[in-house]
């Protein structure tokens, strides 16, 4: 009986795993997107952002920054395995820095936080395998706005910290937005328009963080 138990949890565990990982191919604006990036006639970029809606949404991130050559590819809904499948969408562009943002709709799916962070870890070796500059930036907390706020914003904090570590293991920048935008650990209203996606002040906030990065980058 004990076997039989532990032989239909490890099932179910596999069968989670499997669903975690391809959520992302049931989503039509991840296909739609994918599909018009794909169509993209750009060949090259200086630097490209690449996450879920809330990098998307900053629309033309060269028009925020003041910059030429800057790609966004950001896609609502995205998770991890999801940007792992897509990676190619930025290597080909070549750009010098790839700042990325990923993990709560991770997170917000229950994907294991040892998966999560594995993923992580995963794309960014495949960006620097490519000879990219991958820029990690936090992810950020949610507003009651949003639902199950107290379970997950915890969570988002265990994995900053994870992701601050992985960056400092590699010797990479880590941007941390969130003693900004969310400085008691709750993103702040005034940033947000559902409690997850963000306010033009937000990316206002964003972007001067970003600025002294690029600089010291000779971007």
């Not at 629309?59 to 590819?73: A, D, P, Q, T, Y």
């Amino acid at each position: 009986m004990r076997t039989l138990l532990l032989t239909l949890l490890a099932a179910a565990s596999v069968s989670a795993q499997a669903a975690y990982d391809s959520l992302y191919l049931r989503s039509t604006v991840y296909r739609n997107l994918t599909a018009l990036y794909d169509l993209s006639r750009t060949e090259r970029a200086d630097i490209v952002f690449f996450g879920n809606s809330i990098t998307y949404g900053a629309g033309s991130w060269g028009e925020l920054l003041g910059r030429e050559r800057v790609v966004n590819r950001g896609i609502g809904g995205d998770n991890l395995p999801g940007m792992l499948r897509r990676a190619g969408q930025v290597t080909r562009l070549r750009p010098k820095l790839c700042f990325v943002m990923a993990g709560i709709n991770d997170l917000y799916t229950d994907a294991p936080p040892d998966t999560v962070l594995r993923r992580y870890a995963q794309l960014i070796d495949t960006l620097t395998a490519a000879g990219i500059v991958p820029v990690i930036q936090s992810t950020l907390h949610v507003n009651p706005k949003w639902k199950r706020t107290e379970e997950k914003n915890p969570q988002v904090a265990r994995l900053n910290a994870q992701l601050r570590q992985l960056a400092a293991s590699r010797s990479l920048d880590f941007v941390d937005l969130n003693p900004v935008l969310a400085p008691a650990g709750v993103l702040l209203d005034e940033y947000t328009t559902d409690g997850v996606h963000l306010t033009p002040a937000a990316y206002a906030q964003w972007r001067a963080l970003l600025l002294p990065v690029l600089a010291r980058h000779g971007l």
